[in-house]
């Protein structure tokens, strides 16, 4: 797998971290879903860097010129409901791709240490010789992410994937690069020394779905 963590390097990106962090700006909702958003425009930025492009012909009010174009046959899939955001900012520089969603959750069991991830709705075009972006502001353990794709597979097989995070953990890092092969590509905003005993990042943020749309009621 192509790993690409882009804290790697410092930009303006950092800010837009920082305060998604920050316990003192993070409760702004509107904030939070646009810094998320704008995170989302940044990564869709250097994700274009890789992509195919070819020259075409475009007319000015004063001639034509060529300029490169991308090629690639774009779908964004995320996670319901903390992707929405970044879904959001992926689209805003992808904006003739085709849309997927999809539903998971933890469905923690009798110990709440342990969970499973449950997928329940999917929508989603063919996949078939697609660039399937598939995002997920949040990799934690990187369940979510393995199994969401796995609910995806009965849609086709895309020509490229590129997995999207805003956060991730050493962990789900590793697992994710256990599942996928390595012309798989993953882009992240940050990386995290660890999780929690109850599968949380870990320093983090806390929970980006409650964050972004507030709190839900627990199953």
Known sequence: MHIHNLSEQN???NTFIAEIRNV?????RMRFRRNIERIGEILGYEISKV??????????????????????????CSILRAGVPLHNGLLNYFDAADNAFISAYRHHKANPEEFD????????????????????????????MVATFEALKPYGTPKEIHLVSVIGAQEGVRFVEKHFNENVHLWIATVDEKLNNKGYIVPGLGDAGDLAFGEKLQH
Not at 51 to 76: C, H, M, Q, R, W
Not at 118 to 135: G, M, R, S, W
């Open 11 to 13: 930009s303006i990106l």
């Open 24 to 28: 003192s700006i993070q409760n702004d």
């Open 51 to 76: 992509f195919n492009y070819k020259s075409e012909s475009v007319e000015t009010p004063l001639g034509n010129t060529s300029i490169n174009l991308i090629e690639n046959d774009i779908v964004l």
């Open 117 to 144: 991830i449950i997928v329940e709705y999917l929508a989603c075009p063919k996949l078939d010789n697609k660039t399937l972006i598939l995002a997920d502001p949040m990799l934690a353990t990187g369940q979510s």
